[in-house]
T-cell receptor, first 114, second 113 residues
Framework: DTEVTQTPKHLVMGMTNKKSLKCEQHMGHRAMYWYKQKAKKPPELMFVYSYEKLSINESVPSRFSPECPNSSLLNLHLHALQPEDSALYLC?????????????FGPGTRLTVL | AQSVTQLDSQVPVFEEAPVELRCNYSSSVSVYLFWYVQYPNQGLQLLLKYLSGSTLVKSINGFEAEFNKSQTSFHLRKPSVHISDTAEYFCAVSDQGYSTLTFGKGTMLLVSP
């Protein structure tokens, strides 16, 4: 299995809602990533988990809360989002060996905040 | 710190014509280099990568890129493009020994009949 899966594919939420994005991989990778991608822009790194521990937080607002319950699963909990948070949220994984970082990306969750 | 420059935001080309997408990087240390492709409404797919060894790397669908250390470039080429190659192409760099990618702004390849 060489896939990274993400659910849901699309999500529409109001500014007072609480929702979660889910990412899963079964490649034995020990590093997992969340990216935010606005239209016509490159992905922007949000969080990195290495061996299930948060290793990088790129100054992301606290309304985004990541969670890594186990080595195969990565969640992104959303609360009190703003319309400008509407974007494609991409999950990726890599082996976790810092000498070689090929990241495998999921198809993304397209989020719309009303 | 490292950075990636993709000078062309959009490259229009006719089907079966050759194409080159340019990528230059800056880094004070040795790097790994990647090209990712993103088709409309999809995630990113790795197209090809340079880690070490031969400076010319090739993908299974006819793309190739050459790592040029003296010019700090990693340009992507294809001798004959297809309509299905229409997509956004991102060049990315990773420091050896560190785990994050730095992406360029992307180049939209538009192939028309």
């Amino acid at each position: 299995d060489t896939e990274v899966t993400q659910t849901p594919k699309h999500l529409v939420m109001g500014m007072t809602n609480k929702k979660s994005l889910k990412c899963e991989q079964h490649m034995g990778h020990r590093a997992m990533y969340w990216y935010k991608q606005k239209a016509k822009k490159p992905p922007e790194l949000m969080f990195v988990y290495s061996y299930e521990k948060l290793s990088i937080n790129e100054s992301v607002p606290s309304r985004f809360s990541p969670e890594c319950p186990n080595s195969s699963l990565l969640n992104l909990h959303l609360h009190a989002l703003q319309p400008e948070d509407s974007a494609l949220y991409l999950c990726a994984s890599s082996q976790g060996d810092t000498t070689y970082n090929e990241q495998f990306f999921g198809p993304g969750t397209r989020l719309t905040v009303l | 710190a490292q950075s990636v420059t993709q000078l062309d935001s959009q490259v229009p080309v006719f089907e079966e014509a050759p194409v080159e997408l340019r990528c230059n990087y800056s880094s004070s240390v040795s790097v790994y280099l990647f090209w990712y492709v993103q088709y409309p409404n999809q995630g990113l797919q790795l197209l090809l990568k340079y880690l070490s060894g031969s400076t010319l790397v090739k993908s299974i669908n006819g793309f190739e890129a050459e790592f040029n250390k003296s010019q700090t470039s990693f340009h992507l080429r294809k001798p004959s493009v297809h309509i299905s190659d229409t997509a956004e192409y991102f060049c990315a760099v990773s420091d050896q020994g560190y785990s994050t990618l730095t992406f360029g702004k992307g180049t939209m390849l538009l192939v028309s009949p």
